[in-house]
């Protein structure tokens, strides 16, 4: 065969590829763990680990159950379809546990800024104020007296912060 002819140098090169190759299968089987594409492009065995861990939220229908009257304030006004747990945070160890877990109560100015601050990146009909000039540093809930069921335009409430 005359085109092998002074080839060997290619063989020699080609069998570097080929034991290449070979470490890299060995390592791989090595490091790659063992559920890794048992469902897809991820490690199995990783759902159950997120499994194990503990819950944190408890969802709003348990919250509900107990507090009714905040459900009931909540469920008439504009705040209907913000959550519970998105203005008080996780609370599934409060509702486990009631009277030795209990919760602190959110300080309005931090809480109503987070969505209420008026940003250029907000939907135009989301309602946003620029909150030093409509408050002057007031707490919210001076004059938008239930956080559950936020009134519009209710004079400050007698005697400051409810
Ligand atoms: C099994 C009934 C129960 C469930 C479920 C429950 N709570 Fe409570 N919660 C209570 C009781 C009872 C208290 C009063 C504890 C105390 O003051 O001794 C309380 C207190 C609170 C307080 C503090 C009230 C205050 O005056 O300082 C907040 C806020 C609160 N709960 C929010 C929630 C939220 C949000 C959820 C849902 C994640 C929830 N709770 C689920 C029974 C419950
Ligand atoms: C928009 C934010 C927001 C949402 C949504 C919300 N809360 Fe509150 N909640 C507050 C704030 C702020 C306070 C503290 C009011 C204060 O300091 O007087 C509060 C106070 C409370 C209290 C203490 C008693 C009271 O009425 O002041 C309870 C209990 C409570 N919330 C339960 C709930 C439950 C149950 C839900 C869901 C049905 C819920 N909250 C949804 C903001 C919220
Ligand atoms: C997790 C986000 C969130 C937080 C925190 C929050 N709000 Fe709201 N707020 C909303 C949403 C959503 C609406 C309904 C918007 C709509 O109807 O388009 C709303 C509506 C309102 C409205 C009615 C505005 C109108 O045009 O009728 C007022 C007033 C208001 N919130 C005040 C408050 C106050 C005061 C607090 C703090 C106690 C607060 N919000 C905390 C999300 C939030
Ligand atoms: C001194 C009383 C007062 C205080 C304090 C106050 N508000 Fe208001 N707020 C009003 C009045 C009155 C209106 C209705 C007239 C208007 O749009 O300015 C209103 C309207 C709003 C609206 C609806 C705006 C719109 O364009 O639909 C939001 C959201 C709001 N307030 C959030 C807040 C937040 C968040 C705080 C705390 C940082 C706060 N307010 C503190 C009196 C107050």
Redesign the pocket.
């Given at each position: 065969m005359n085109i092998f002819k002074d080839s060997g140098h290619l063989f020699k090169f080609a069998a570097c590829f080929v034991i290449g190759f070979l470490i890299y299968l060995g390592l791989r089987g090595f490091v790659v763990p063992k559920t890794f594409g048992q469902y897809g492009h991820y490690r199995g065995s990783a759902l159950k680990d997120i499994a194990a861990k503990p819950i944190k939220y408890a969802g709003h229908q348990v919250c509900e159950d107990c507090h009714t009257d905040q459900a009931t304030a909540k469920s008439a006004g504009?705040?209907v379809?913000?959550n519970c747990e998105?203005?008080h945070g996780a609370l599934a160890a409060h509702a486990n546990d009631p009277t030795s877990v209990i919760p602190v109560k959110?300080d309005?100015l931090v809480?109503?800024a987070?969505?209420?601050t008026a940003t250029a990146a907000k939907p135009k009909?989301?309602?946003q104020v620029n909150i030093d000039e409509h408050s002057g540093g007031a707490p919210?809930?001076m004059c938008?007296t239930n956080?559950h069921s936020?009134?519009?335009g209710a004079a400050p409430a007698a005697g400051g912060a409810k």
């Amino acid at each position: 065969m005359n085109i092998f002819k002074d080839s060997g140098h290619l063989f020699k090169f080609a069998a570097c590829f080929v034991i290449g190759f070979l470490i890299y299968l060995g390592l791989r089987g090595f490091v790659v763990p063992k559920t890794f594409g048992q469902y897809g492009h991820y490690r199995g065995s990783a759902l159950k680990d997120i499994a194990a861990k503990p819950i944190k939220y408890a969802g709003h229908q348990v919250c509900e159950d107990c507090h009714t009257d905040q459900a009931t304030a909540k469920s008439a006004g504009k705040h209907v379809t913000v959550n519970c747990e998105a203005c008080h945070g996780a609370l599934a160890a409060h509702a486990n546990d009631p009277t030795s877990v209990i919760p602190v109560k959110p300080d309005p100015l931090v809480l109503c800024a987070r969505c209420h601050t008026a940003t250029a990146a907000k939907p135009k009909d989301f309602p946003q104020v620029n909150i030093d000039e409509h408050s002057g540093g007031a707490p919210c809930t001076m004059c938008h007296t239930n956080p559950h069921s936020p009134a519009m335009g209710a004079a400050p409430a007698a005697g400051g912060a409810k």
